[in-house]
């Protein structure tokens, strides 16, 4: 007989026995809720004055346009390309704009990288254009402010800087836009102690530190999981959080279609259960202590085909039978570990096919290293004046809170979040629907971010922003296109001119030019060290994970997202504490109960859930998660 | 005996207020019923005159009507076509022609006090030349046909199958202010498109389909 497969804890109990029906038995009245005539009374107070509610007429209004656009025809919606401003990741979209008005982001078929995809978040991200706690003008000290005074402000402090050489600093989440970053650069030219901080809040850092010891450059390489035959995640979620879920869930799609030429097997080794573990052939469960341990003894395997572990022997005899089409990938955060990671794929000779450093991946470019030498500058009261642009350290990056340390603190947000409620000076920032601009998510592929609808409010972009403090006012447009004149179409060396090019550029979405070959450098990094190794303790591991539909929180004001039911819990809205049935047994918790969760000397109140890690039969012997983990979620605004 | 006449009293209430309301009763409607709304406009403009009199062809103003879910309120400047050159009812302007041969000099411009609204709203001065002194400003029409957002509907299925306007909008070109003619609601639509299936429209066999999702999806 066909094994019964279950989806929950509750139906595997019901199939075990009739058991915790889902409806109640229980009468109403014992409930603790309102007596019949109660009932009754409320019921009809509610009907008669939802039917004299219904009376009132609401007078609905039609303001057609002064002068029709040819061929502008009300109610039939036209299709732009752009970019998603979600995540990094850049992917591209299809923008419905219907009577002037953006009203549905789809993924934009064509678009090399993410090839039709656009997650939730980007999906979602269409709300935060309409989103009425919106910054909706530069706002100085907390009071509203015009952008001639806001502008004033922030030249003088600039200047002030630029006479006595104090320190400038920007600090950004990742920067994909080619034209943002020769802005950037042109700005702080002008300072004589000026540097950039690249941040993420869901980082990378330690992948392009590996790389810069193995290979000698700091790179994010781009991942092919559309070449590779056997794929081996290490804690990474590559389909639902991990750098660009689009587009790897895309490879991923073509790497394992049923009814196509090959089938690639894919372990992935973790200590919760992600939507990446789920669709695993073969799934091992670790404590994040054991990563380390666990990569080590890959890499040795690897070179040696032996492993005292009999499933570490199996998954690298899998790697070794496939070189070349195979992939492995880790999410640690952890230098020594990823350093290892690079050098199993390099045996394996994975640089080249499955993973490309000559076309780059420009998705996450954090520096964990660079942030934390600038949270001590902050905390010693070093920096004069601290720009914060599309990044919200205060809640996402560790000891963020120094940034109010600065001497002046100007945030480019588009809402009032925690660092913005800490600036001296916000600049209201457009939302990626209103502003011209560029991003280059992999090397070698540039799209056109297209505004489809004019700012509705008094907002500006980044590259406005930065042009006007470099005292070269500009609009983005004319920023943008001056640079893709310059510098990417020579590159694409198209035979169009350029005004041709450009309109190519927008219609499709993105273009595409050999970005130049990149030097390798051999495997060997400059130190070996140990990879760092979490210490054992009695209590509980705790694993903080990213959602899926809200990522590190930045989206969390968005009700769609909150709404979002996760794929693997299928929780909504709210923080929890997910435990593995045997830890819970052991605990005498059930799922509602709220549990402490104390951790590097802070404490969440937090709701338990019971999650177990695994349905899959090769995992069958081991139900649960493991006894000493502990999943904590920090969602949203805990 | 109080008990008497309060209970006379009560009876004799309950009639009149029964009297009264059977009067208004084809006057009552249902909550989001609006069968006979008939708003003011910021214009008065009216449809006898253009769609009856002048017999203009409801398309050539509501053209999206043929390509577009919705009619639509034309663009001013659709209204410039005819009103660049007649800025005041047929009566004004030739009293005013009559009245400059009589004085001997070139009839000046008769603006009627309607048509001045439409010229503001476009920022035109006397000569009907852009001013860039005032601000354009589009002109609010209150909509008079409104249906819940849980509905769509789509005018192109219609016009191209060649129902009438007239026949859910009814006789609007005998309406000097436009008013709401059909009830509007789900059994009206769902009788029509059971007829129409069964009879055709204009001779020609129709699907027109009834299903649920036709309209709500
Ligand atoms: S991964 Fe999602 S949020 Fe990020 S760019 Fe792509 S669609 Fe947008």
Sequence with gaps: MAEKLWRSLEELRSLSGPDAAEFTETPLETAGGPDRRGFLKAVGFTFGASMLAGCSRTVPRIEPNLVQPEGFIPGRPVYYTSVCGGCGAACGTLVKVRDGRPIKLEGNPEHPASRGGLCAVGQASILGLYDSQRVAQPLIEGKAAGWEQADALIRSRLDEARKNGGAVRLLTASVNSPTESVWIRRFLEGFRNARHVEYDALSSSAILDAHEQTHGARILPRYRFDKADVIVSIDADFLGTWISPVEFARGYADSRNPQGSRYAWHAQVEPRMSLSGTKADQRVVLGPGEIADFVTDLAGAVRTGNSSRAVVTAIAGRLREARGRSLVVCGSQDTATQVLVNQINEALGNYGPTIETDHASRQRRGDDRALESLIEELRGGHVDVLIVAGANPAFDAPGGDAVAKAKFLAVHAERMDETASKANLICAASHTLESWGDAEPVEGTASIVQPCIRPLFQTRTLLEALAGWSGKPAAALDLVRDQWQKEIYPKAKPNLPFDRFWEKALQDGFVQYEPGARMRAAAKPREQKEPARIPRSEGFDVVLYAKTALFAGRHAYNPWLQEVPDPISKVAWDNYACLGPQAAAKLGVKTGDYVRVECGGQTLDLPALIQVGSTRRNCRDRPGLRQQTLDALRQGRA | ?217
């Design chain 2, 1 to 217: 005996m109080n008990t008497r006449i309060a209970t006379i009293v009560l009876a004799i209430g309950l009639g009149v207020s029964f009297v009264l309301l059977a009067a208004r009763i084809g006057k009552l409607h249902l909550p989001g019923n609006q069968q006979g709304y008939a708003p003011a406009q910021p214009i008065a403009y009216s449809h006898l005159l253009h769609a009856g009199d002048m017999q203009i062809p409801c398309l050539y103003c509501h053209y999206p009507a043929q390509s577009s879910r919705h009619a639509g309120v034309p663009p001013a400047n659709l209204c410039m076509n005819c009103h660049r050159e007649v800025t005041a009812s047929l009566g004004a302007m030739h009293a005013e022609d009559e009245l400059a041969a009589k004085e001997n000099r070139k009839p000046r411009r008769v603006v009627s006090s309607e048509l001045k609204k439409l010229y503001d709203a476009l920022a035109l001065d006397a000569n009907l030349q852009p001013d860039p002194g005032k601000e354009a400003r589009p002109i609010a029409w209150n909509r008079v046909h409104t249906l819940p957002s849980f509905v769509y509907f789509d005018h192109r299925a219609h016009i191209t199958v060649g129902v009438a306007c007239q026949q859910c909008h009814g006789p609007v070109e005998t309406m000097v202010r436009v008013r709401q003619f059909s009830d509007l609601s789900m059994g009206w639509c769902v009788n029509c498109h059971r007829q129409a299936t069964a009879q055709g429209v204009g001779g020609r066999q129709v699907n027109a389909p009834v299903t649920c999702s036709t309209c709500h999806f």
